[in-house]
C-alpha cells in the first residue's frame, strides 16, 4: 500500500486522541453509576432521607407508588422536562417513558422490588415532545411501599460518545468509512461464507499532488468529495466504501461477482467522464483495480493487494493523458487569468526554436528548452487574479505574491514526471546575471543556462506587446533595454547572440546613451 502523506490523508494520531477521548467519557459515566449505587445504598439504610434526597440541585429525582404513579419530583427533574411540578404529580412514570411498552415497565417495577434496586437506560420526553436520555438509578423502599429514581441526563454524553464513535471510524472529509473501519471490515468477512463471492476494487485518484499543488488543496478536497458522491451513486446500498488513503478509495462487495463488479468501476468511470465533459477544466479522475475473492481458502489480504496491482497497470496506461489534460487546464486558466496568450506561447516557442540554433544546442535541448519557455510561469495559476491583471503598480504585498510564483511552478512540475526535467529551470527564470533575482539569488553561470536564456525572450516578447499596466516598446526600444541591462539583469553573452543571431541587429549600432540616468 502506499505510504499516506500530504494535507488529505487520513491522520492516525487522530484516532488515538479521539479513541482516548471516548475511554474517558465512559469511565466517567462508569464513575457516575458507582456513585448512583452508593446513594441507593443509603436510602436504604434510612427511607426518610428521600425527602431530602429530592431537593439536590444536582440529579433529577422521581418518587412513584408500585402503579408508577408520580409522588414527588424536584425541582431538577422539572426543569430537565420542562413540565410544572404540579402537571408531573398528576402523571405516570409511562406518560414520560417513550422507548418501553407498558408491559416492559411493569417487568422492570416487578425487579427493582425483587432485586431492590436496578438501574437502567431510558428515553423521557419532554413538554415540548423533544427527547432526552437518562441514567436511571432505582431503589425500592420497602415500608413505604415506593420507588426513589435517581436521573442523570447522559443527552449530550450520548451525542458525544455517538460523535466520537462516529469519527473514529469515519473519514473527516468525505464522510466514508476509514482505513481502520475498512481493515475491521476486511477481517471480519475474512472468515465469512455466507458473502462470497467478495469483490474488492480499488480506487487512486489520478494527480491528486499535482491538482493541490497547482490550484491548492481546497480543490483537491472539492475533487475527493466530488469522487466519494461518484462512488456512493455507482454502489449498491450494501457496498462498505472508505477513504483508505490521502488519494485512495477502498471498496469491499459482498455477493458479488466480478463480472457485476466491472459494471460498478464502468458506472464510476462512466461518471468520471461525464464529469470532465461538464467540468471543461480540472475533473475528477480515479484509476481502479478488481479482484475478486470466490473460495472461502482464498485470503483478504491478498485479493486487496491484486486489485491494488491492477489500479496501478490501469494508472500507467492513462497517467500521460492524465497530466496531459491537468497541464491543458492549467494553460487554460494560466491564459484567462493573467497576460500570457496562446499567441505569447507561440512566439516563444519560435523565439527559443531560433535561439536553440543559434547557441547549436542538441535537438533534444531546443525542445526542452521550448518546453520551458511556454511553461516557465505556470506558478502564476495559484495568484490571484486580481494582482495579475493590475494596471498600476504592485504594491510590495502584492509583488511579494508574485515573487512566489517559481516556486509554485517548481512543485507543479516535479508533480508530473515528463515535467520533473525542467522543474529546475522553472524555478530559476527570474534570476539575474548580477546575483539580486529570486528566489534563490543566485548569479552568473550558477542560473541554469536554459533560465537564463528564457528570461532574455520573456522580456522582450513582454516589452514588445501591450500589457494592462503599459503600452508595447518598439522593436528598437526594445532590443536597446536588452542591451542597457546586459551584465546585470541578462547573461551578455546570451543578449549578444540573441540581439545579432536571432533578431538580426548588430551590437555596435544599438544606442543606449538616452535610457541612461
Known sequence: ?????????????????????????????KNLNIQLNKSNVLLMKNSDRYKALTKTPIFGCLVVDLKGNLLEVNDFYCKLSGFSKKTLLSMNIRDLEVDKTEK???????????????????????????????????????????????????????????????????????????????EKKKKQLGGSQDQLPISIIFGDVDGLKLINDSFGHSKGDKILMQISMTLKNCCKDQAFIARIGGDEFGIILTKTNNE??????????????????????VFPSISLGLATKILP???????????????????????????SSIISSIQAIMFEKSQETEEHNERMTLLSKAIGQALHLKESHIKELELVSTLHDIGKISIDVDILSKPSKLSEKEFAEIKKHPEIGYRIACSIPELVPIANYILSHHERWDGKGYPQGLSGEKIPLPSRIVAILDAYDAMTHDRSYRTAMTHREAIEEI?????????????RIFIEKVLGE?????????FVD
Open 104 to 182: 416492559q415497565i411493569d417487568e422492570e417495577i416487578k425487579e427493582i422490588i425483587n432485586c431492590g434496586s436496578l438501574e437502567i437506560l431510558g428515553q423521557h420526553r419532554r413538554s415540548n415532545r423533544s427527547i432526552f436520555y437518562v441514567i436511571v438509578s432505582c431503589t425500592f423502599l420497602p415500608q413505604e411501599n415506593t420507588i426513589i429514581s435517581l436521573l442523570y441526563d447522559v443527552t449530550n454524553k450520548r451525542k458525544e460518545r455517538k460523535r466520537l464513535l462516529y469519527i473514529s471510524n469515519h473519514d473527516y472529509l468525505t464522510g466514508l468509512y476509514n482505513r481502520i473501519s475498512f
Open 1 to 29: 500500500m502506499k505510504k499516506q502523506n500530504g494535507k488529505n490523508d487520513y491522520k492516525t494520531s487522530d484516532l488515538l486522541a479521539t479513541n482516548k477521548k471516548l475511554t474517558i467519557e465512559l469511565e466517567k459515566t
Open 297 to 323: 481458502s482464498e485470503n483478504m489480504d491478498e485479493i486487496l493487494m491484486e486489485a491494488e496491482k491492477y489500479m496501478y497497470r490501469d494508472k500507467l496506461l492513462k497517467r500521460k493523458s492524465v497530466h
Open 260 to 281: 457485476a463488479a466491472q459494471l460498478v468501476c464502468n458506472c464510476i468511470y462512466k461518471t468520471s467522464n461525464e464529469l470532465l465533459a461538464h467540468e471543461n477544466l
Open 506 to 514: 548588430k551590437w555596435e549600432d544599438i544606442n543606449i546613451e538616452k
Open 483 to 495: 542591451k542597457r541591462n546586459s551584465g546585470t539583469q541578462f547573461d551578455p553573452n546570451i543578449s
